[in-house]
């Protein structure tokens, strides 16, 4: 079996430097030079990874790495998430810079990544010929379902959609807790087309006895070892029977992206984004709550009742995460900014809440003493995020702090400070702020 430790990109380039080439390009790089892929990258490909003809290419010392990618370190790491702030890239994790949230609905490009296995090769190749869903347990009418019959069988549903990692924000809890370091971009909101999970449970006849619906993907453990998930978590089945909750095999308009669960995953909107499971193999409906990897111990959970930070919480203390918490960015403009005094300062970003729709939208520029109200768009739909905006006089050149808070219709606020310390990280919807100076 193969080193069950994840290895990041630059220690195995230390380590292997083909076998890095291979994990990451599926192909080795020049023999004699051993230097990687750029050496031996053709002028044209070079020329359309960077977007433009070199006109000076003869110029070009032979190995040379482009700066525009040797500035991006995350260019070489992941395909297609170019600007994306790498966590991890075995398995692959990275966030959106929160200023590349700017668009209205998050282009795949742009939308981050979460991943505690392999892509499975299905994926990688967008090959759905043999791919089927089965759906079992608790139900009277077990169904194995193709692609074709998932889109055929069930009205198409279309929505816009908010995924945030439940760790999203970790980065910011004192003492750090372990796992992926997301400040603010582990966020997104896409368009994506499926069908209810209630249509095809309903077609598979739910049994009164289910409680819960479990997900199994085709993702592989880090390990190598085929009996073990990578993760496999799920919701309760009132959740899964939501109108909200889909299947989908369409994000923005294409099928799903390797990265982000081809053919088909569930979108659970308004809860920890790992309850949309990616890559389905198999609903299984439970009598019981389900105790899949990540489901059990400190995973997804929170305790019970606030603790000091630090706190050894008993595992009998802690309860698992449902709806997410109110939370907002600010998309626009990035922190440390110089402005004039004589200009008007426009701002925008996007607010969600699990619970419901954000009711308010509030900044400060002195450091939470008052709030003006911005603008707030309602959600296209529910559980898509909500545009607001705002511009911003200021009273006098100097260092200023816009702090933006979102307020949803159940009354609950964003925290100015991080909030509820938690043993492994989770729900941090603390404000986020933003330097101005005005000059
Ligand atoms: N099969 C499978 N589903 C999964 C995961 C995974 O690793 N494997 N990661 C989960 C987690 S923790 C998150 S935050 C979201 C991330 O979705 P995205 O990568 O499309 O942004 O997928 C969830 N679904
Ligand atoms: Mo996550």
């Known amino acids: 079996m193969n080193d069950p430790l994840p290895e990041t990109l630059y220690e195995a380039y230390q380590k292997n430097p083909d076998e890095a080439d291979k994990r990451i390009w599926g192909r080795v790089a020049d023999p004699l030079t051993r230097r990687g892929f750029f050496r031996s990258m053709g ?3 070079m020329a359309s990874a960077l977007g433009a003809p070199i006109p000076f290419a003869h110029n070009m010392p032979s190995g040379l790495i482009p700066a525009a990618f040797a500035e991006d370190p995350t260019f070489s790491v992941i395909e297609g998430k170019k600007g994306l702030r790498v966590l991890n890239d075995r398995p692959i994790n990275a966030e959106t810079p929160v200023t590349l949230l700017d668009d209205d609905f998050t282009p ?3 939308h981050f990544v979460r991943n505690n296995g392999m ?3 299905r994926a990688v190749n967008q090959d ?3 791919w089927q869903l089965t759906i079992d347990g608790e139900v009277g009418n077990p169904l194995q379902l193709s692609l074709e019959e998932l889109k055929r069988q069930f009205p198409i549903r279309k929505a816009a959609l908010t ?3 439940g760790g999203n924000g970790r980065a910011g809890f004192n003492p750090p807790a372990k796992g992926n370091q997301w400040t603010l971009g582990a966020v997104g909101c896409a368009w994506y087309r499926g069908v209810r999970v209630a249509d095809v449970l309903k077609k598979a006849d739910v049994k009164r006895s289910a409680v819960f619906m ?3 993907g085709e993702d592989r453990h880090l390990s190598g070892n085929p009996q073990l998930n990578p993760i496999s978590r799920g919701v309760p089945i009132e959740k899964a029977m939501d109108e909200n909750t889909l299947l989908v095999w369409e994000m923005n308009g294409e099928s799903l992206p390797a990265l982000h669960g081809f053919p088909v995953r569930l979108i659970c909107p308004g809860w920890p984004a790992s309850t949309s499971g990616k890559w389905l193999k198999r609903l299984w409906i439970r009598d019981q709550v389900h105790d899949g990897a990540k489901m059990t111990g400190y995973s997804y959970r929170v305790p019970k009742h606030p603790v000091a930070p630090g706190t050894e919480v008993p595992e009998s ?9 109110v939370k907002s960015i600010i998309t626009f403009p990035g922190s440390g900014l110089e402005t004039a005094l004589s200009e008007a300062l426009p701002l925008r970003g996007h607010a969600w809440s699990g619970k419901g729709k954000v009711q308010a939208m509030d900044l400060s520029i002195d450091f939470g003493t008052t709030w003006s109200s911005a603008e707030l768009k309602a959600p296209v739909n529910h559980y898509a995020w909500q545009r607001w905006k705002s511009t911003l006089h200021f009273p006098g050149k100097g ?7 979102a307020t949803d219709s159940t009354g609950q606020m964003q925290s100015m400070l991080v909030p509820g310390w938690n043993p492994k990280g989770y729900l941090n919807n603390g404000m986020q702020r933003i330097a101005v100076k005005v000059v």
């Open 43 to 45: 002028l044209a490909t």
């Open 108 to 110: 795949n490009h742009r």
């Open 119 to 121: 892509v499975p090769a």
């Open 128 to 130: 759905s010929t043999d």
């Open 163 to 165: 995924l945030e990692c």
């Open 214 to 216: 479990a997900y199994y």
């Open 317 to 325: 203390d802690m309860e698992t995460i449902q709806e997410m918490p």
């Open 399 to 405: 260092y200023y702090e816009v702090w933006a808070r």
